[in-house]
């Protein structure tokens, strides 16, 4: 009965390419194709097939906040958690940047001195050595224009972040990318946006337009 109703609602031939459905790219996005995002706090659990997709690229992330008298900490934003993924927060009030490659091996880019009460801009700025999927790169960490933290990653994911954790702003709302912190981690200070490019993409004038709406240290985004 199954295969004459199969038949009869052309549900056949079945398709069994399960590990093909892994690739998030083949779904519908609203992200494709765009090279240039803005977040705000309480953007949190977008699905990995609608955030910016940061494999296999030069990337950079850039935060605007305002920290209060008494100093911040928390997360500014992450994507994955536990068994892969990566993270940028404040930690004692210092920034850090933490790549997760499956668990097994930690990246970790911190600045030694705590962000003093004001504005301020931190910046990841990643730079993808090419050459294939899954390589490694250059990170520089800087708050205000000033490297605080520079190193190399030796591997990157190439193909998914995670199945069921997701991209958030703000806070942590799945498993932390970190032992450094207890989910949900809150940022505590102001976060006013964070800016992602896809580095190694050409800007479109929609992305240069909202570059210049988002009026945070663009010179640093060239």
Known sequence: MFWIEAAKYDVLPLDNSTIERFDVRI???LTRGRSVFTYFPGQIRIPEGTAPDLKN?????GASMDIPAGGA???IATQGGRFNGWG???KDGRPVFHYNLVGVQQFDFAGKDKLAPGKHLVLVDFKYDGGGLGKGGTLT???????VAQGRIDRTYAFRVSLDETFDVGEDTGTPVSGD???PFRFTGTLERVLIRLADAQLTPEDEAQLQRARV???LWK
């Open 88 to 90: 940028l927060y404040l």
């Open 27 to 29: 779904r519908p996005s």
């Open 217 to 219: 240290a663009i010179d």
């Open 73 to 75: 900490n928390g997360v």
């Open 181 to 183: 912190y207890v989910v």
């Open 141 to 147: 960490l800087s708050v205000d224009g000033n490297p």
């Open 57 to 61: 690229k030069s990337f950079k992330i």
